[in-house]
């Protein structure tokens, strides 16, 4: 069981970083062989939106190369960002701008478990989080989970003066590790929206993906059709 922790706050012993690090450790002591993937140290170049990836590949050879190979390692990923704005901060943005429309295409984050965890002076905080943790979830061609999130409004204080924030960053950790130990299925998550993707959504991207599949579209196809998910 591989879970990697992605944190994209700049500060290091900042509130949002403690609370995915307790994360960690709570999966820690559910066997989990855990990663530390901090964001604001690695250089990663701004996706310029060429849809290469879809075809060839990323033609950025930076730091992202080997962060999405851990991240498409792992079993469960915890996507860990401060509220600014009411959304993860930019850093965040560009990581999930970066995994970019190929993950949306190829759904490369199926079968995985999520977590979200992020932290606000005030509010925003449980829906920056909920929104982290689903990524995979609304995934076309193959499923996430969402293991949970969780959402902090610190006021004044800081995360890592408050034992029952930090017991509860611990207990998602152990949580996401548990359902990956369990191969928990969710088998009522997101029912509705699976139902959508399942008439309207994944037929058209199909058709989308055969019609393009020796060149505008190659990479996802070779990708998809290697999984067994594409004829
Ligand atoms: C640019 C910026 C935007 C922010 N936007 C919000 C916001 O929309 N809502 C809120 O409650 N707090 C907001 N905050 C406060 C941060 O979310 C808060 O300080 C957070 O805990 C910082 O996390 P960190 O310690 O992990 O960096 C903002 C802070 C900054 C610097």
Do not use: W
């Amino acid at each position: 069981m591989k879970i990697v922790a992605v944190i994209s706050s700049s500060n290091y012993h900042g509130n949002s970083a403690t609370l995915a690090r307790e994360a960690l450790k709570g999966a820690a002591e559910e066997g989990a062989q855990v990663t530390e993937i901090f964001l604001p140290k690695q250089k990663i170049e701004f996706c310029t939106g060429c849809l290469k990836c879809l075809a060839r590949e990323c033609p950025f050879s930076d730091d992202f190369t080997t962060i999405r190979q851990l991240v498409y390692e792992a079993d469960g990923i915890i996507l860990s960002s401060p509220t600014f704005a009411a959304a993860p901060n930019a850093i965040m943005k560009n990581f999930i701008d970066r995994l970019g429309m190929y993950e949306r295409f190829t759904s490369s984050l199926g079968g995985k478990y999520m977590a979200g965890i992020s932290t606000a002076g005030a509010m925003g905080a449980k829906q920056v989080a909920t929104r982290l943790a689903c990524m995979a979830r609304d995934s076309i061609f193959k499923r996430g989970y969402l293991s949970g999130s969780l959402g902090v409004s610190i006021g004044a204080g800081r995360v890592m003066d408050n034992a029952d924030q930090l017991l509860l960053a611990r207990n998602l950790g152990r949580k996401i590790t548990q359902d990956i130990k369990n191969h928990k299925k969710y088998l009522f998550q997101n029912l509705f929206g699976r139902l959508i993707n399942y008439l309207f959504v994944k037929p058209n991207f199909y058709k989308v993906i055969l019609k393009n599949r020796a060149g505008s579209m190659k990479a996802v196809y070779d990708n998809l059709s290697q999984r067994g998910l594409i004829s």
